[in-house]
């Protein structure tokens, strides 16, 4: 309406400067301008008219042609139980108080849920997404739970884009901004690397340093040997920091043309000596070739480690283990007890290597030199069991070990759980905390009898509460399992 | 007072403000949670462990029933609340009658200190007959300040149009400030607040220049029809007395206007600012196709009057505020819940939604918030495909309006998938505000 912007534009620099002309409303408005004598009251009174009229003339929009309606696909499966959606609006309120807190008790419930073709209710949908929006760890349990309709309000809100199909958010890729593609790139790198990888590559030359360090992070999680090709090549980025990044990355592949050349270079550094090869003998590197910065070795080290260590502990540490057995001579847990006395700077590489490389016989043979619970983690499913079991039985376990087996993954099963509960009972209550969070996640639900003893044992308040969170967190997983059976 | 008969657990469900509260404190509803549970004839009380480290102390009077609760939740009553009740419902001698605990007895004390005052001011003022000389000079003592009042505001007001509406979005917040505090002082607290508001609103307004002329046009408008007070009829002083906040004493509003109809709780909305919570129930009659509204007030960390529940259909006779519709009404205590609403009474489409809203500003040139009733709506999106500030309610017919990008246009589309559905929001500021909506045949909270 135009008089209403000629009243504005005159208001905005006020009357004293640019006076309204009130015939002009007059045309306008008619005789609903009452009389008043001063211009100010004019405009207030035309205002209050021709809002009055702007707003009660409001007509409805029409649809713009190709404005397309939200319909979203059918639903591809049942909804959950009444109880379970009980639960879950418990959990995410967040107001619960169970041991290691609700992020891990949602994961299981979004994980059974997705095992049991289920879907949470649709009213609880948008605060999933929020919460995967916050907390990446969750993405992939929620993507599997949320189906059909989840994804499809994924591809409505750029905030959620994470939960949306790979087809999907590759029609997207060249136009999202870099924090969006790192997300695409990240989740899809864990489902379907081939078209991460594509992805990455459409816009790789184009990108700023900064956004090439992000993006090439997003792979860490699914690397496999078909990522080489692209990392070898990036090993030549123009920026230290992609050329860094890329090394690390390699780390993680034996079977790399980089692994092959740092396992060159370590078998010259690295011997045994002696009858019996009683000896490991290191003789540090003397300088680095263009070809060994190349593949990103660099002088950076650890306060009290001298530089040449330094470069000595960083080509071991990228070497691949399996070199070291027809090397040697010695099986790796001899290796490693020759290493403990003689170099322990190579103990400390090859935990580095084993970790990268996740090289489970390797880190059994460093786990029984030492406790290491990111160690643990490079277990398979039975080996962490059987090593979790020997630090449970062990009689009077030093913590470490301790906590060695509660950092094997669960769930576990119930003879584990018992000899758990069993153990945890003599530990110390300053510990409790720590101990019942780990516990909450992992315990089979069967041994909430033995946990329910356990809090008519205790005494101390403290105490008291961390093994009642305990019981609390086992009964909920219990009627998780039960609801989704 | 006879010993009160355990309630029913429908009837504490009633209770609960929303769904996801009924949720949550079924699932608190364990004894195992719970210290220091004991009841009498009047109170329930007990502890509930929470995510804080002490315990939530947690009362429930049973005569209102009041509840009170030491948790920071502003739902009210809180799930505590709700789930201590079911505890003592359950009946299975987890809450037994016992001495009353400490905090429930400090709380029980106060209430009834606090009501006792209110009873002997309510007395004193029945007993003493009005003195009709005294009540007029009081009557004519504020009007007066009134007048003075917005005397000084039409000045301030004309100094505003005369040097700009761009140079007083130069100014300091106590510009606005100080206008407010003003118009406090002549006793009309609405208006004031109104100018408090604008000094946040024309930073965060885009469209500030329109919003702040509009406005001003309006409050202009209010201090001409000040001037007319005693020519104003009944309804048009009714709004008038709304935006100027001249407040009406509940007992004169319960001796109007009553309507009894089957009201239907079609939209509940709580809004909360750093002084005040205030909380409105929609109601939409079945017989009389009124909509009327009923507002509660609570100060910030206050406790919020029990809502009706979303959905349920309440046999009550309603005392009506003088105004232009969409009035605001009180329930007179005779309330009770009839059923369950199968969906949403009095849906139009949106141009008939429309055309509502005209004819309520036609009656009332301060109308601000239009309740709409929208028949079979689906969701339109933005070009670029995706919701958020694009998307829009779009009806059979193809009209459409815009709808605010609040979390509740969220819980439309998963909800709905898209519709089309029976939508029940607030139309103003230019948006559609959702608010309700009709899911295989039940309303459900946005």
Avoid at chain 1, 181 to 188: K, M, N, Q
Avoid at chain 1, 453 to 476: K, N, Q, Y
Avoid at chain 2, 52 to 76: G, I, M, N
Wanted: hydrophobic share 45%.
């Amino acid at each position: 309406m135009k008089v209403w912007e000629e009243l504005v534009s005159a208001a905005l620099v006020g009357t004293e400067r640019r006076p309204f002309p009130l015939e002009r409303l007059h045309e306008v408005a008619g005789e609903g301008v009452p009389d008043i004598a001063e211009a100010e009251g004019q405009v207030l009174a035309a205002a209050a008219v021709v809002d009055g009229y702007r707003r009660a003339g409001r007509v409805p929009e029409r649809r713009r042609a190709g404005q397309a309606l939200a319909v979203a696909p059918p639903h591809d499966r049942p909804p959950s139980s009444a109880t379970a959606a009980q639960l879950l609006a418990l959990l995410l309120s967040g107001m619960v108080g169970v041991a290691g807190g609700s992020d891990a008790l949602l994961q299981t419930w979004l994980v059974a849920c997705a095992a049991a073709r289920q879907r949470p209710p649709d009213g609880m949908l948008a605060r999933l997404l929020d919460l995967g929006t916050a907390s990446p760890r969750l993405r992939p349990a929620i993507v599997a739970a949320v189906g059909a309709r989840g994804a499809w309000l994924g591809s409505l809100n750029p905030q959620w884009a994470w939960a949306v199909g790979a087809g999907e958010a590759k029609a997207d890729y060249a136009t999202a901004t870099t924090a969006e593609r790192v997300a695409l790139l990240a989740d899809l790198h864990g489902r379907d690397r081939a078209v991460a990888r594509e992805l990455l590559a459409s816009t790789w030359a184009s990108e700023p340093a900064a956004d090439r360090l992000a993006l090439l992070n997003a792979l860490a999680s699914g690397l496999d040997e078909d990522d080489e090709p692209f990392l070898e090549e990036t090993l030549d980025d123009r920026a230290g920091s992609v050329r860094a990044a890329a090394a690390e990355l390699l780390d993680r592949l034996p079977g790399s043309r980089r692994a092959a050349r740092m396992a060159d270079r370590a078998r010259a550094l690295v011997r045994a000596e002696g009858r019996f090869r009683r000896h490991l003998v290191l003789q540090l590197p003397e300088a680095l070739d263009a070809s060994a910065r190349r593949d990103g070795i660099t002088d950076a080290r650890e306060k009290g480690t001298g530089l040449h260590a330094a470069w000595l502990v960083r080509i071991v540490a990228s070497t691949p283990l399996e070199v070291w057995e027809p090397h040697l001579g010695l099986p790796p847990t001899e290796a490693v007890a020759k290493a403990a006395t003689d170099a322990p700077e190579l103990v400390a590489a090859w935990e580095r290597a084993a970790l990268a490389q996740r090289n489970e016989r390797w880190a059994l043979a460093l786990l029984r030199h030492r406790p290491s619970p990111a160690l643990v983690g490079v277990l398979s499913p039975p080996a962490a069991r059987r090593y979790a079991e020997e630090a449970l039985r062990g009689s009077n376990p030093p913590e470490a070990r301790f906590f060695d087996a509660l950092a094997v993954p669960g769930p576990w099963d119930a003879a584990l759980s018992k000899l758990a509960v069993e153990r945890s009972r003599a530990a110390p209550s300053a510990s409790l905390p720590r101990i019942s969070g780990a516990l909450a996640a992992r315990l089979d639900p069967s041994v909430l009898p033995v946990v329910e003893e356990w809090i008519e044992d205790t005494a101390d308040e403290r105490a008291l509460r961390d093994v009642r969170a305990l019981a609390h967190a086992l009964s909920i997983r219990a009627t998780i399992a039960q609801e989704f059976s | 007072m006879a010993t009160t008969a355990r309630w029913t657990v429908e009837q504490v469900l009633a209770l609960a403000p929303d769904a996801g509260s009924v949720r949550a404190a079924r699932a608190l509803a364990r004894p195992g949670r719970w210290s220091d549970l004991g009841s009498n004839d009047s109170l329930v009380w007990g502890r509930c462990q929470g995510s804080a480290r002490e315990p939530y102390q947690v009362t429930v009077d049973l005569t209102e029933p009041a509840f009170r609760c030491t948790c920071p939740s502003r739902k009210f009553p809180c799930k505590h609340g709700v789930a201590l009740l079911l505890l003592w419902a359950g009946g299975n001698g987890s809450v037994a009658d016992a001495a009353v605990a400490e905090f429930a007895a400090a709380w029980s004390h106060e209430r009834a200190e606090r009501a006792a005052r209110s009873e002997a001011r309510r007395q004193a003022r029945a007993e003493s007959p009005p003195d009709p000389e005294a009540q007029a000079r009081r009557l004519a003592e504020r009007r007066s300040l009134m007048t003075a009042g917005l005397d000084d505001f039409e000045r301030w007001l004309f100094d505003l149009v005369r040097q700009g509406l761009a140079a007083a979005r130069r100014q300091p917040f106590s510009y606005w400030d100080t206008a407010a505090a003003r118009l406090v002082d002549a006793q009309v607290p609405a208006l004031a607040e109104r100018v408090r508001a604008m000094a946040g609103e024309i930073h965060r307004r885009p469209d500030w220049p329109d919003h702040l002329l509009a406005e001003a046009g309006r409050w202009y408008l209010a201090v001409r029809a000040w001037r007319q007070w005693d020519r104003l009829p009944e309804d048009v002083a009714g709004d008038l007395r709304t935006v100027l906040g001249w407040s009406r004493r509940g007992d004169d509003v319960l001796s109007g206007e009553r309507i009894a109809d089957r009201w239907h709780v079609i939209g509940l909305r709580q809004d909360e600012d750093e002084r005040l919570l205030s909380q409105r129930t929609w109601l939409r009659g079945e017989r009389t196709a009124r909509t009327l509204t009923v507002l509660d007030f609570a100060t910030a960390g206050g406790t919020l009057a029990v809502a009706q529940v979303l959905g349920s259909i309440v046999e009550a006779e309603l005392a009506v505020y003088p105004g232009s519709p969409p009035q605001r009404a009180r329930f007179t205590g005779d309330e009770r819940v009839v059923g369950n609403a199968g969906g949403l009474l009095g849906a139009h489409s949106i141009a008939g939604a429309l055309d509502a809203a005209a004819s309520c500003l036609a009656a009332n040139p301060w109308h601000y918030r239009t309740p709409m009733a929208l028949a079979q709506v689906g969701v339109a999106l933005g070009s670029n495909g995706r919701a958020g500030p694009a998307a829009a309610v779009v009806d059979a017919a193809g009209d459409g309006l815009p709808l605010a990008a609040d979390p509740a246009l969220w819980s439309l589309l998963a909800l709905s998938g898209g519709g089309p559905v029976d939508l029940f929001g607030e139309w103003y500021d230019d948006r559609l505000h959702a608010s309700s909506v009709v899911i295989e045949g039940r309303l459900v909270a946005l």
